[in-house]
């Protein structure tokens, strides 16, 4: 074949797969005759690549532990987050001091999210020496670029924030737990379509920030050689995580389990829940996608105890 | 590759075909390169690679014996 086409055919291939066998498959081609039946099968396996990259399961047993892990902790925050700020500053904090219970619940929450972040910690820091180890040997800046997208979003999110609420006067953050409910508005803080505005534009900015994150991240845990790593350091993270998932959920269930029976009113009332709607919804809405991300994390257990027990070099 | 396969199946394989059977070889570790020989890229089998084409001959091998232990009868 000449050469232009073998580069047109090996451009069909996606990014990770040509930067793996992109060269020998190069070389294979060059010396192929150009039939139509070569042009076929190489144009008919780019798009089974192409599919496979896109679903993920061209990723490897690691690979895939260590993407759900991602999905499962950027869940997990989202969840977090939006329980948090339902609860924080409501009377549903004062309900919490006044019940031991209740207070409790909140606490398996903490404890839960002290063991992910000892979790996350244990998988992040051999994932990232090898991930840097990578791109210092072969400089790879697309994989540099593709990690800075979290900080970066991160830090476009707290532009934004002061940003807003320095226009909008300094009396008001523009979060989307924060716009509208059952009570009155301080006088000083903008008008109810702005808050709107603003906090839609404050949402929009945290859920694009998660997927590009996530997307970015996955696209790095794609293309790293995780062979080097043992085991042990993927196994031993991920079963604490989903163990620390687990009980997250659990907390944040019982939490409302408890509320529903020493402060009702409250978990029914519009003070503190996501875009004005009620405690009780908000509080649904955190305990469902924790019940995706504990789905998420166990799966990502089994993938790593899979990988342990299918890798050669383990 | 292919013409090794030529010779021993009957049927040349296209070379996407060759690369997607040595990708999904490779991802499930039953393959590892060796280093490259000027323009040829050879691969060998891992520990689990050899493993698994044991079982799968072994299978294949009980299939042919019974298969011809039927036409005999």
């Known amino acids: 074949m000449n050469a232009r086409l073998v580069r047109q055919l090996t451009r069909l291939y996606p990014p990770e ?22 042009v076929l099968s190489v144009v008919g396996w780019a798009i089974y690549e192409r599919a496979l990259w896109l679903s993920g399961l ?21 969840a977090g987050m939006n329980f948090y700020w339902t609860v924080e500053d409501t009377p549903l904090a004062a309900a919490m001091r006044a019940h031991s219970t209740l207070s409790a619940t909140w606490n398996l929450v903490r404890l839960g999210a002290l063991l992910a972040l000892i979790a996350l910690t244990l998988v992040a820091v051999p994932l990232f020496l090898t991930i840097m180890r990578t791109a210092a040997a072969r400089p790879k800046w697309n994989v540099i ?21 320095k226009l909008s006067g300094a009396h008001w953050v523009p979060t989307p737990w924060d716009v509208a409910g059952d009570w009155t508005a301080p006088a000083a803080w903008p008008s109810l379509p702005t808050r709107v505005v603003l906090s839609c534009v404050t949402f929009l900015l945290l859920i694009i920030g998660l997927v590009v994150s996530a997307i ?20 031993a993270p991920s079963l604490l995580f989903a163990t620390s998932v687990v009980v997250m959920s659990i907390g944040v269930s019982a939490w409302g389990w408890f509320v529903q029976q020493y402060a009702a ?24 996608v924790y019940l995706l991300a504990t789905a998420t994390a166990v799966q990502s257990a089994r993938s790593a105890l899979h990988g342990t027990g299918s890798s050669a070099d383990d | 590759m292919l013409e090794d396969i030529a010779r ?64 005999e009868a």
């Open chain 1, 17 to 38: 797969w040509r930067a793996r066998y992109g060269d020998e498959f190069q070389e294979l081609l060059e010396i192929h005759s150009s039939a139509r039946r070569a």
């Open chain 1, 58 to 78: 061209s990723m490897d047993s690691r690979q895939k532990s260590l993407a759900f892990t991602l999905y499962a902790s950027l869940a997990v925050l989202a």
């Open chain 1, 145 to 165: 670029l593709r990690l800075a997208v979290p900080p970066c979003a991160v830090l476009i999110v707290l532009i934004w924030l002061v940003g807003a609420t």
């Open chain 1, 216 to 235: 970015s991240v996955r696209q790095v845990i794609a293309q790293s050689d995780l062979s080097g790593i043992k085991g042990v350091w993927f196994v």
């Open chain 1, 265 to 288: 009113y409250d978990f029914h009332t519009r003070n503190g829940g996501l875009f004005t709607s009620t405690n009780f919804t908000s509080w649904a809405a955190s305990c469902l």
């Open chain 2, 8 to 71: 021993m199946s009957g049927t040349r394989l296209g070379p996407g075909t060759l690369y997607g059977a040595i990708a999904r070889l490779e991802r499930e570790k039953l393959i590892e390169p060796l280093p490259a020989e000027e323009r040829r890229q050879p691969y060998r089998l891992t520990s689990a690679g050899r493993r698994v084409l044991r079982a799968k001959l072994a299978t294949l091998y009980g299939f042919a014996r019974a298969g011809l232990r039927k036409l």
